[in-house]
């Protein structure tokens, strides 16, 4: 009687333990399956019912290769699930179909089950659902492609720094082909034992060092420096440097980009060669020599009056900028830029560029201007040297570099707009599905999927957005916009987009205003490209505000034959030494902009050149710390044809 007991003692004691190892499997977050020696399945967690759709009693006792393989990968399933193996083959990743017939991407580890006899009796799966990992590492495996193929693509040698012993961690194709060697050759090395052929850091030679100065200041950088080629040749270059900071703010690597300028520094020789034979022939050249100071001009050479039209020298005592138009083609107002050029000269010795001058009867031409400083009579002065470059033929050296760097443009709109195309099919696709899986289309998702579903839609669409910027820019460079001319209402494009920027506006405590002159009621212009450049400015406005909102104000006004359109914020406006900057491809004023509110820096760009395609043009003025007002203006009458 006893011996019963105790035997009915211990059969209820196994039923507790194999009922709470049962709960405990159906708690568990991976899919937990049992099959016999034959593959038939004999469990089933709760985990697995939920990650492939069948229930335990569906699946129990069918071969689980038959309900879970494609066919593609059934004969792979079946060895590995079936076989009988004495060892585990553990975190083997392989595809799965659902119940639904989607599929998936497992995790699997398998061990054998043995009886009380140490024989095979089945096998014993773990199965964890890798799927969204997948997805994640295809997507950076692009990612990756496409950033090394763009970095191949460009035009200048780059490498990546490791701030902390000066290797080389990643270098693109030119600055391989610069030097000779072989990626697994340079990365590494110290990146001044390759590009200045030296064993120690450059700052320790008392060099200007890029690298330390964006390490201690944490920005870019820029120098000049000489680096020696895979022959030993020397390479003249300029090197701007880059921070990379990790999530703490410290600067941890820099991106090295070296422009090889050897050309312009030889032309800049043989320019300063050229000064001193001018400076020799003062009377006799046939170029306009002309002799000033801070005021202005005080002598001039006969071909200086002829070229600008003056009788006599006495009536050539004036500013630069009285014999220019008012405006640069770069929009900057000619006294500005004369004075800038003028002091630029002083404070290096020389200084040549490309003028706009205007002759006594109105006409403009074009320049190339030489200033050297010397001194004169006990005073520092500048001499100018003015060629008229209307009929001149250009240097041979000019005209092929116009040819290469043209051919080379339109190769890189080429591939920007193929590639450009070819990335926002897939992504497009992307996105639509990562919707339905937001929108939990094809099944619930736990709170982990949920924010990578987030983040691959945000993600997406900011790089669609960014395409699409490149697509546009390429478009335009291409020559492939077509414009639409028609009358349009200033007041109806204004309120149209500011309406499109309201909401976020209000999200960042900013008042919208508008001042509309009467008088400007219609005007011609492609009324697409017109919205893009309003809503560009409007929403740079709102977006560089301060944080504790302010005010954006957009102005229209007619003025002479043209609209003119300013958007104004209340914003900490620009620095000065920033102000070039903007209009230029790729960049930003600041890299904490692009880490705090993203974008390209193509948006000015893009509007910059839909500004000029109707024939107008636009300028911005700031005052850091106080905002910024963008300014374009468009010709009322826009010729149809």
């Not at 960014?466 to 478009?475: F, M």
């Amino acid at each position: 009687m006893k011996h019963i007991t105790r035997s009915r003692r211990t059969e209820k004691a196994i039923r507790g333990s194999e009922e709470n190892y049962r709960r405990l499997l159906d708690h568990a977050n991976d899919a937990v399956v049992t099959t016999d020696i034959r593959g038939f399945v004999t469990s089933w967690n709760k985990s697995a019912e939920k990650l492939f759709g069948w229930t335990a009693e569906e699946i129990t006792g069918k071969r689980m290769v038959e309900m879970l393989a494609t066919q593609e990968t059934a004969a792979e399933k079946e060895k590995m699930i079936c076989e009988i193996l004495p060892d585990t083959i553990s975190g083997h990743e392989i595809s799965c179909m659902r119940r639904d017939g989607t599929e998936i991407y497992v995790s699997i580890t398998i061990s054998p089950l043995v009886d009380e006899n140490q024989n095979i009796a089945g096998r014993s799966l773990i199965i964890r659902d890798i799927t969204e990992h997948k997805r994640q590492d295809e997507a950076l495996r692009k990612s990756e492609e496409f950033s090394r193929t763009v970095l191949n693509s460009m035009n200048d040698a780059i490498m990546v720094i490791d701030v902390g012993d000066f290797s080389i961690v990643g270098a693109n194709g030119l600055f391989l082909e610069k030097f000779g060697m072989k990626e697994d050759e340079v990365i590494g090395k110290k990146c001044y034992e390759i590009s200045h052929k030296i064993t120690e850091p450059c700052y320790l030679k008392n060099e200007i060092c890029p690298l330390i100065e964006s390490v201690e200041k944490g920005t870019y950088s820029s120098v000049e420096h000489v680096h020696f080629g895979k022959n030993g040749n020397k390479i003249y270059v300029e090197v701007s440097t880059s921070p990379i900071k990790d999530n703490t703010g410290k600067v941890v690597q820099v991106i090295h980009v070296a422009r090889d300028i050897t050309e312009r520094k030889r032309m800049d020789e043989l320019l300063r060669q050229s000064e001193e034979k001018y400076r020799t022939l003062y009377d006799s050249s046939s170029d306009a020599i002309m002799l000033l100071d801070e005021k202005g001009f005080f002598d001039c050479n006969n071909a200086t009056l002829r070229m600008f039209g003056f009788s006599k020298t006495e009536d050539f005592t004036v500013h630069p900028s009285d014999v220019s138009p008012p405006y640069q083609p770069d929009g900057v107002d000619s006294p500005t830029a004369a004075n800038n050029k003028i002091a630029e000269a002083f404070k290096t010795g020389t200084n040549y560029f490309e003028w706009v001058h205007r002759r006594q009867n109105g006409e403009d031409f074009s320049a190339d201007v030489l200033m050297t400083a010397f001194n004169f009579k006990g005073k520092r002065v500048l001499q100018a040297t003015v060629r008229d470059t209307t009929e001149r033929k250009k240097l041979e050296a000019f005209r092929l570099e116009n040819e290469r760097l043209a051919l080379a443009n339109e190769a890189k709109s080429e591939f920007l707009m193929i590639m450009s195309h070819e990335l926002r099919t897939p992504l497009n696709a992307i996105l639509g599905f990562s919707e339905l899986l937001k929108q939990k289309g094809a099944g619930e998702l736990n709170k982990k999927q949920e924010g990578y579903i987030v983040n691959v839609i945000s993600g997406g669409k900011h790089l669609l957005e960014i395409i699409n910027e490149i697509l546009d820019l390429t478009k335009i460079e291409a020559g492939k916009v077509k414009m639409h001319v028609e009358k349009i209402s200033a007041h109806d494009a204004i309120d149209d987009n500011l309406e499109l920027i309201r909401k976020d506006a209000m999200r960042r405590n900013v008042t919208l205003e508008k001042e509309i002159d009467p008088s400007l009621e219609f005007i011609e212009a492609d009324r697409k490209m017109l919205s893009q450049i309003l809503f560009n400015l409007l929403s740079n406005a709102v977006k560089f505000s301060r944080d504790e909102g302010g005010k954006v104000t957009v102005k229209a006004k007619r003025i002479d034959d043209a609209a003119q359109f300013s958007i104004s914020d209340t914003g900490m406006g620009i620095k000065e030494e920033d102000m070039n900057k903007l209009f230029r491809a790729f960049q930003q004023i600041d890299m904490s902009i692009s880490r705090k509110y993203g974008g390209t820096g193509l948006g000015l760009i893009i509007t910059k050149k839909l500004v000029e395609l109707h024939g107008g043009r636009i300028w911005a003025e700031s005052k850091y710390g106080e905002g910024s007002t963008f300014r374009f203006t468009l010709p009322l009458e826009k010729d149809l044809e």
